[in-house]
């Protein structure tokens, strides 16, 4: 656990008039508990709103014991028990309010996306389905799942069989299809979220590669979160580009 003097210089890092500390010094103390924890993830709670450190003339963060300490509450929160910056947000203004704040009991990775449907937890196995069952839940014809195949929008699991990631990809790249799109069409897109899914991955690769079970879980939660973020820019990224073009 985090300790975080309030009453005077913390380790060094300050006089006893002047308790403030660079965002370096906050690195340090955070990574005694958060070995993870980067000045980037700091500077991203910050834009978030999580956290407000002070700033000098010159433009510098300087953090008090109170930032540290409310830095640590959310990096405990998202390791132990997975809840997105949002809700986190809500919870320490509540208690900064006196008020009583119940959290979920620490377990397995909870749907991270503001906005998303909550998705239950599954084994490995469920929602694994053959080709016919994909053709029938998607309702899309063989001969257009086999092109799609063949231009990557939809993969086979390595195991075998299709997830319902594979039956939602489907229906849209058939929705798209009513306009006009064809799979040649969309192949930007799919190579898109491949760079994407390899900027989160090797975001996140040092937290899953963890000797801490937490650690590893927090991996997990992290890359849902990176990855909901992503969906969220693309949209904001299109609907910019769209109203560019019709000025």
């Excluded at 063989?142 to 489907?170: K, N, R």
């Excluded at 991955?201 to 927090?218: F, G, I, K, S």
Aim: glycine share 8%; hydrophobic share 40%.
């Amino acid at each position: 656990m985090l300790r975080i003097p309030t009453g005077g210089a913390v380790r060094g890092t300050a006089s006893a008039g002047s308790r403030l500390m660079s965002i370096g010094s906050v690195l340090s103390l955070l990574r005694e508990e958060f070995p993870e924890v980067t000045i980037s993830k700091i500077r991203f709670l910050e834009a978030e709103g999580l956290v407000e450190p002070e700033r000098t003339p010159s433009g510098y963060r300087k953090f008090s014991p109170t930032d540290v300490e409310r830095l640590a509450q959310v990096l405990r929160m998202q390791r132990d028990h997975y809840l997105p910056l949002k809700v986190i947000k809500e919870h320490l203004d509540a208690l900064e309010r006196g008020e009583q704040v119940q959290l979920p009991s620490p377990g397995g990775p909870r749907e991270l996306l503001d906005g998303a449907p909550e998705v239950a937890a599954e084994s490995p196995t469920v929602g694994r389905m053959g080709r016919e069952e994909l053709l029938a839940a998607a309702q899309v014809a063989a001969s257009d799942l086999g092109e799609w195949e063949s231009y990557g929008l939809i993969s086979p699991l390595p195991c075998g069989g299709y997830d319902a990631e594979a039956v939602t990809v489907a229906k849209i790249v058939a929705d798209l299809g009513r306009f006009g799109l064809e799979p040649r069409h969309l192949r930007a897109m799919k190579a898109a979220a491949d760079r994407e899914a390899g900027l989160i991955d090797n975001m996140v690769a040092p937290l899953r590669r963890h000797r801490n079970p937490q650690t590893r879980a927090h991996a997990e939660a992290t890359t849902k979160e990176l990855s909901g973020l992503t969906v969220r820019l693309h949209a904001a990224l299109v609907q910019t580009a769209l109203r560019s073009g019709s000025n």
